[in-house]
């Protein structure tokens, strides 16, 4: 298949979430606008059969997780909200685990995730921003964590959010529950750029297209991979871990390659 082959996961029985696969740019969309793209179980499993889907697809390198309709995400379905608390501790447990699952998915999918939040990310919704390894947004958006507003506890987001941000910021975020600004999230580090609305979709895909073809798909794996293990080990493990896959990259048909081109002085297209 050409670089320029556009394709559908026709073969997932996707109803709220939407695949397409352009230019190796794999393209989740989020697609309940009337719902405001909030979360419930049957969205939660079609993001992750989605992501599965991204990971496994030899056409795409990079993907880009966006929605249809003014709001990112707004966060966990009113009817969804209801029905948890009819639930029994242990199916709480399991729907529980079912979100950790998305989250731990996303922040070590072998590719790299950039989230395109052209509206409001809220509680759930701004986990999905959290997770993702790039996250653009537009001036007009707002994002929080707004749990414990409702007795609720935002207890998956904060281990991705400490990691992200730190200790004393993801207090202020997530102990207050208020919503802030795009540029005020792009102070925290929770957003990584600010952009005219008109621009997103164009800046977003540019980044992408920039990470197709300057770098290494499989450095930006093991790269992805590391940035998550090392925060878990101590500081002398770490190290050993780190001069152990930088051993086993000089090894790999990209770095040789990529070293031979630099040598050479040649241009080189990923």
């Known amino acids: 298949m050409t670089a320029t082959t556009t394709t559908t996961a026709q073969m997932l029985p996707l109803r709220y979430i939407t695949y397409e696969c352009t230019d190796r740019i794999a393209y989740i969309s989020l697609n309940r606008p009337e719902k405001r793209n909030a979360l419930n179980d049957e969205v939660v499993t079609e993001l992750k059969k989605a992501f599965d889907h991204a990971e496994n697809d030899e056409e795409c390198k990079v993907i880009i997780l966006k929605a249809v309709g003014p709001v990112f995400c707004a966060g966990a379905?009113?009817?969804y909200l209801q029905q948890l608390q009819k639930n029994t501790f242990q199916e709480n447990l399991e729907d529980s685990t079912h979100l950790m699952q998305?989250?731990?998915?996303i922040y070590t999918l072998k590719k790299v995730v950039i989230a395109?939040?052209?509206g409001h990310a809220i509680a759930g919704?701004?986990?999905l921003a959290t997770v993702c390894d790039f996250t653009y947004t537009v001036p007009g958006a707002k994002f929080g964590y707004t749990e414990v507003k409702i007795g609720f506890l935002p207890a998956i987001v904060k281990v991705f959010l400490l990691r992200k941000i730190g200790e004393a910021r993801a207090k202020e975020l997530l102990l207050t529950g208020d919503?802030?600004?795009?540029?005020?999230?792009?102070e925290f580090g929770l957003v990584n750029a600010v952009v005219p609305e008109e621009e997103l979709a164009q800046t977003v895909k540019?980044?992408?297209?920039k990470l197709c073809v300057q770098n290494s798909g499989q450095s930006m794996?093991?790269?992805?991979?590391?940035?998550?293990?090392?925060?878990?080990?101590?500081?002398?493990?770490?190290?050993?871990?780190?001069a152990e896959r930088n051993a086993f990259a000089r090894a790999t048909d990209d770095c040789q390659r990529g070293i031979q081109s630099f040598l050479d002085k040649q241009p080189l297209t990923w």
């Open 77 to 79: 379905d009113l009817e």
């Open 102 to 105: 998305l989250f731990y998915q």
């Open 116 to 118: 395109q939040v052209h």
């Open 125 to 127: 919704g701004c986990g």
């Open 179 to 186: 919503l802030i600004s795009a540029e005020r999230a792009r």
């Open 206 to 209: 540019d980044l992408a297209h």
């Open 221 to 242: 794996e093991v790269t992805k991979e590391m940035i998550a293990r090392v925060q878990e080990l101590p500081l002398k493990d770490a190290l050993s871990y780190a």
